[in-house]
């Protein structure tokens, strides 16, 4: 596995080694101990998700004010525009993104720790997204950020395609009336 660093230190993209041959690949998609070594985290990690979306679906900017949870995010089958956002008052990075190609292609996955925000616009025709969370799901404490907040000011790639957003991303606050982490 080999870190690639992103434009926030504590989001980080894993890389794994792929072993090939005319039959397919196998790689590890998770293992703790190197995790850690590489690292030097030692998530919990307590659910799994797995999402099928159709081109154009855009899902977040999701997050759990209290339960924060950490993520390790990938796309198994085809290719998504994975986006984070910190939202840490106190951090020097409050209110930036970063944007990051995942597919089945490259088999990178992002660590995206508690205190961001996260989304993912769907590229290909259609793409599965698997997550690990380090806290369960609690609706009663999910929130979200609006897509398309020009104070963030994200480039989705979105081209002429038109985001299909779910009611719930449709609602979502302006990152100055969300309720952010201190």
């Known amino acids: 596995m080999q870190i690639i660093p992103t434009s926030f230190p504590e989001v980080l993209l894993l890389e794994p080694k792929v072993f090939g041959d005319e039959?397919?690949?196998f790689y590890e998609s998770f293992n703790a101990r190197k995790f850690q070594e590489m690292t030097g985290l030692t998530p919990d990690f307590v659910q799994d998700n797995h999402s099928r979306s159709s081109q154009g679906v855009?899902?977040?900017?999701h997050y759990q004010i209290r339960?924060?949870?950490g993520k390790l995010v990938r796309a198994s089958v085809g290719e998504v525009l994975d986006v984070v956002v910190d939202i840490r008052r106190s951090s020097p990075n409050f209110g930036k993104s970063a944007s990051i190609r995942l597919s089945s292609a490259n088999k990178r996955q992002l660590w995206v720790p508690p205190g961001f925000a996260h989304g993912f616009l769907v590229l290909s025709e259609f793409a599965e997204f698997q997550y690990k969370t380090t806290d369960y799901w609690m609706p009663e404490h999910e929130r979200c950020i609006l897509w398309d907040d020009p104070a963030i000011g994200i480039d989705w790639e979105l081209g002429t395609l038109v985001p299909n957003l779910s009611p719930k991303d449709r609602l979502g606050k302006p990152l100055a009336q969300a309720e952010v982490y201190e």
């Open 23 to 25: 039959r397919g690949y």
């Open 58 to 61: 855009l899902r977040g900017l």
């Open 67 to 69: 339960h924060a949870q």
